[in-house]
């Protein structure tokens, strides 16, 4: 399937649920799969799983923040998803249990 056809899929499924995507970020998982991770603007993150068509299906959303993601980024090697929120605060979470395991405020909104 082609990158762009998984994200207008996956934005149209976000925003048929009400929510206003702010970032997307792609990720390979454990096994090699593809995961499509969305910020929201109401401070959600949303995990995908994207299959070999194409199709994204939500595997996992959690309220990561209080205010909108601004940024959402992986680190692999470390499987750490890092995200950065309106209110200046970076959070680091680990990819396995999706726990926050790391809070930081930035100087910077």
């Known amino acids: 399937a082609k990158w762009g056809q998984v994200v207008r899929r996956s934005v149209k499924g976000a925003i048929a649920n009400g929510a206003g995507v702010t970032t997307l970020t792609f990720a390979l998982?454990?096994?090699g799969g593809?995961?499509?991770f969305a910020g929201?603007?109401?401070g959600v993150i949303v995990k995908y799983l994207v299959d070999a068509d194409g199709e994204a299906t939500e595997q996992l959303a959690w309220q990561a923040h209080k205010?909108?993601?601004r940024g959402v980024s992986v680190a692999p090697y470390k499987r750490m998803l890092f995200t950065h929120?309106?209110?200046s605060i970076v959070r680091a979470?680990?990819?396995d249990t999706f726990q926050c395991k790391i809070v930081h405020r930035t100087d910077y909104g």
């Open 34 to 36: 593809t995961l499509l």
């Open 93 to 95: 979470w680990d990819m």
């Open 29 to 31: 998982d454990k096994s």
């Open 40 to 42: 929201l603007e109401s």
């Open 85 to 87: 929120a309106c209110s």
């Open 67 to 69: 205010r909108g993601i």
